[in-house]
């Protein structure tokens, strides 16, 4: 049996009257049928608060890797203008291709990175429709529950599991913010450090023009 959007089908195997009671059917089979969904409903969640985890840890594994790459950067390097130094400072910095590869590979962690928090508000979005719908469904189960013992220990445990549910929507709902603001904290260190592999470009086509300059000074030989 499955959960469906509206109360009056919740339970399309058992016979209603006017007045909304079960007359026909298996009373105690409907209960367990919605005790079943809503465990299962739970472990779904729990599956979603997983991967979420493991979500956070892939973004993590992203920001370290960018900053292992940027750890070639030389961004700290002091230039003297005098034409010695200017050749030694030429040698050291990094080829033109390695910042572009560079560059792109962060763009690439960015596109990821978006792509990442979309499928995320998605299965967010469906997470709560299902949550919805067990909620409404469970209510019209409580029509079903009389007072017989097997049916009471039913109800309790559909109350639990009902809390159940609501504890874990709000943990995603936690989780949710959680990675919203890493993913902003993500967004503004990728953002920073990019600028900074672009002005490291400039930086070398500079000293490349100057390397060039000074060996053509050198070529050319005193006037």
Do not use: W
Not at 29 to 54: A, C, F, K, P, T
Not at 83 to 99: F, K
Not at 160 to 184: P, S, Y
Request: hydrophobic share 30%; proline share 1%; with cysteine.
């Amino acid at each position: 049996m499955r959960l469906k959007a509206t109360n009056g089908d919740a339970f399309s195997d058992i016979g209603l009257v006017s007045g909304g009671v079960a007359v026909e059917g298996d009373e105690n089979d409907g209960g367990e049928g919605s005790v079943r969904m809503l465990q299962r409903e739970n472990d779904r969640l729990q599956e979603q608060l997983r991967s979420s985890e493991e979500l956070n840890a892939t973004l993590r594994s992203e920001l370290d890797l960018t900053r292992s790459v940027l750890k070639h950067n030389p961004q700290n390097q002091t230039e003297d203008k005098q034409p010695e130094q200017q050749n030694t400072s030429a040698r050291q910095t990094i080829d033109s291709d390695l910042l572009a590869e560079h560059l792109q590979e962060i763009r690439a962690l960015r596109q990821r990175l978006e792509e990442t928090i979309r499928t995320n508000e998605r299965l967010r979005e469906q997470l709560e429709k299902k949550l919805q719908e067990a909620e409404k469904d469970s209510a019209a189960t409580n029509i079903f529950i009389a007072g017989s013992e097997d049916q009471t220990h039913i109800s309790s445990e559909l109350h639990f599991l009902l809390t159940q549910n609501h504890t874990l929507k709000e943990q995603l709902n936690q989780g949710a913010r959680d990675k919203q603001k890493e993913n902003d904290r993500l967004r503004e260190t990728l953002a920073r450090r990019t600028a900074k592999l672009e002005l490291s470009r400039k930086e070398c086509e500079t000293l490349k023009q100057e390397r060039t300059q000074l060996q053509d000074n050198l070529y050319r030989g005193p006037v």
